[in-house]
């Protein structure tokens, strides 16, 4: 009898030590996790990853260490460090697609938008309608330039919550950027309603100004762009140039030119500016200058010897002139202004 019993009491009892030492391990872990978290609030993040390494050591199979690690890794900006950790990570928890999620979202920072792509599958298929993996479809989408499908991702986000400020953004930027500028205003004009982070109620005032542009509503553009400035520490020379061009379209050609001079004064200033410049004050751009209507006075001509073969009148020199005026008033025009 006791010849019978005897192996399966040491089956028994050594499932029993097994299991105690693996408790014994993930008490461990736990520690070393714990260690980590402090470590990482007083900023030493090497010492964190150093208590990390160690549970790691404990239990090579503990997936909530790698978890911790792959977060780590991406505070310290080693994306493809992270991906390895991560992979590690599913390895043990294969059917969570928040794991999935995170990697996508690692493929996406490294460019590696096909990569992406696949982890991201395996996530809607989990978790259909959630909401920062339909973003991520989305991004990947305009970066692969498939904008209906992006515009659809959007959308469905909205389905889900109709005040995404994020989502209610890239779809409007879309939108203007297909100059379909009467939907992007509805749902900014919406969304400028909500409660919004400074970041986010900037670029809705500034996309906002752009869709009043394009349907020539310029009082209207002016008043959001101002917004956007004044919301904004350091506002491009790009947005500066778009909203002295407002306060011209508008009519407020004063204001248009204060800016332009602190456009100057900050060293902003090209051909476009120039040109701007010129034709708010009805003056001749630089760039406008050539050989041939360097000077449209006989009497001076003799300070130019290259006009000494030219047959140049003061009419001709005049219609020059303003035939470049005339070719300046469409180049200074903004992008999202211009022709669709």
């Keep these: 009898m006791w010849l019978l019993l005897a192996p399966m009491l040491s089956v028994i009892f050594g499932c029993n030590w097994i299991q105690r030492k693996q408790g014994y391990n993930q008490e461990l872990c736990r520690d070393c996790i714990e260690q980590s978290f ?82 991201l599958k395996e996530t809607i298929r989990r978790i259909p309608n959630n909401i920062d993996a339909i973003m991520l479809s989305g991004r990947l989408a305009r970066k692969q330039a498939d904008h209906p499908l992006a515009m659809s991702a959007y959308y469905h986000v909205l389905q889900v919550n109709p005040n995404h400020a994020e989502a209610t953004l890239e779809l409007a930027e879309m939108l203007l950027a297909k100059h379909e500028s009467v939907q992007a205003a509805a749902i900014l004009r919406g969304l400028t309603r909500t409660n919004l982070i400074p970041e986010d109620e900037s670029r809705a005032h500034l996309n906002l100004g752009i869709a009043y542009g394009q349907t020539e509503r310029w009082e209207d553009a002016v008043e959001h762009l101002a917004k956007a400035d004044a919301m904004t520490d350091q506002p491009t020379p790009r947005d500066r140039y778009r909203l002295a061009y407002a306060h011209y379209k508008a009519g407020t050609s004063q204001q248009a030119l204060e800016i332009l001079l602190k456009m100057a004064d900050s060293e902003h200033w090209d051909s476009r500016t120039e040109n701007f410049y010129a034709t708010i004050t009805g003056t001749i751009p630089q760039t406008a200058y050539t050989p041939s209507v360097m000077s449209a006075s006989h009497e001076h001509r003799s300070d130019h010897p290259f006009l000494k073969d030219l047959q140049v009148s003061p009419v001709f020199a005049t219609d020059r002139l303003l035939q470049k005026l005339s070719e300046t008033e469409i180049d200074i025009v903004p992008p999202e202004w211009g022709p669709k």
């Design 38 to 119: 402090t470590a990482q609030q007083t900023g030493n993040l090497e010492q964190a990853r150093q208590h990390l390494e160690k549970s790691i050591k404990i239990e090579p199979h503990h997936a909530e260490t790698w978890w911790n690690l792959a977060e780590l890794s991406i505070q310290q900006d080693r994306y493809s460090q992270a991906i390895v950790e991560l992979k590690e990570y599913l390895e043990l928890q294969p059917d969570d697609p928040h794991g999935y999620l995170r990697l996508a979202q690692l493929y996406y920072l490294q460019n590696e938008y096909e990569l992406a792509q696949t982890a």
